[in-house]
């Protein structure tokens, strides 16, 4: 084993002793290996890692992986955020410390580094509270150096000078100390959840005639957010290019399926839809009008906008350049970005029995590095919407359960080839494997699985998620 650096003094301790068939993964969110020099959970592998928990399999499943490169062999996940520079494991922070509040991801240590920042604070914590609704909300809380007084709404109005709006806690509670673990930690659960100077601020302010024009977009909206530096600029120059008929922000993915696919658009349907609950973010709307600034705001519920167009009867010759045409209209085609949802799906029915299936989404609602995973999930729900049926409630847990379950698969995987089209533009086509397919985009890899039927021309050894029997 490498070294690994301590946890906060940030001094080296070494371990040199030999462990027996241990070794090391350092794995991404999707149990993929990262780079050198690139963070990510620490694994832990071999003859020593036990079954499991005694009693308590939540723990089980949470800590235990099967091993996506060793059929049979398991993975323990210690929950430390590391990276590996020439040999040596450095320890970064625990990752669990990342959370997700209004659809963005956010480093509670970045939070708490930026309360830790301002004048008179000694130490921070920063910590996530889900209401009844099961909306999480960020909270911080200061201890105050000996001597010194703090006002928790001067500290809230410091650290949005240095954060970005989704970033800056809604409260801020001054402490005389922070709650440990027996380890020298901050107990996060022991956080107080009110105290006497506890200032809750909203980030937009939401007034009877506001509330009046969000209803109207959108009744029975669910949650209403300032938008960031660059999505406001992004919202801006959409709105002035818009006012001439285009928007230079248009993001257009798309796959082709092979005759023997037998599309299944009930399930590619209910695919999309679940997409859409699993993600506020996508089912997001934008709008200026009444506010000092412009809001994103998100409705409770959404469906993906759906259609088909049949151009099975059209010449072979001629079939490319009616595809194209589909496309660039599509792609042409403005998005009211104040009537969500702002992404749509297409599915262009091709001679001979294959398919051609084109997204066009507005960029406001994912940065490009998310591409890759939203569309991998979207055709890992398809597949189980296909094998298990539509109901919404077994689609909803169906990736929770895929995460879960990694085994390995002999034969070839699918493979989603991206290549550059116009900006903005992706092709994608669906290829390989049977029972698997893999999307690499930019060395990125996203396992999971889907039908058989996709067309065949690319070939090599690999890993994919299989869905658990669901009686399991």
Known sequence: MGDIFGHHDRRPSHDRSAWTDVHVRILDD?????PEGVAGELYLGGAQVVRGYLNRPDLTVARFVADPSLPGARLYRTGDLVRRRRGV?????????????????????????ALGSVAGVFCAAATVRVDAAGTGSLHGYVVPEGGTTLDSVLVRKEIARLLPEHMVPQSITVLEALPLTLNGKVDRKALPDTAPDRVPSPLVNVDADRRARLESLS?????VMPLGPLQEGMYFQSVLDGAGGTDVYHMQPRFEFSADAAVDVRSLRAAGDALLRRYPNLRAGFTHAGFDAPVQFVPRAAEMPFREIDL???????????????????????FDLSAPPLIRMVLVWLPGGGAHLVFTQHHLLTDG????????????????ARTHGTDPVGLDGALDKLRTSVIT????????????????????????????????????????????????????????????????
């Open 89 to 113: 494991l450095q320890f970064l922070r625990r990752a669990d410390d990342q959370v997700k509040v209004r659809g963005f991801r956010i480093e509670l240590g970045e939070v708490e580094g």
């Open 369 to 384: 590095w998310s591409q890759t995973l939203m569309y991998a999930e979207l055709f890992a729900l398809y597949e189980f």
């Open 30 to 34: 999707d149990l993929r290996e990262v």
């Open 409 to 472: 698969c002999d034969g070839s995987p699918k493979r989603i080839a991206r290549t550059p089209s116009r900006p903005g533009r992706t092709t994608s086509r669906i290829s390989g494997n049977p029972h698997s397919w893999v999307v690499r985009d930019q060395a990125d890899v996203l396992r999971c699985r889907c039908s058989p039927g996709f067309s065949s021309n690319r070939a090599s050894p690999s890993t994919f998620a299989s869905w658990p029997d669901v009686a399991e």
């Open 219 to 223: 009744p029975g909206w669910q949650d």
């Open 312 to 334: 099975s009867a059209v010449a072979t010759e001629d079939i490319d350049r009616e595809v194209r045409a589909v496309d660039e209209a599509e792609f042409g085609t403005l």
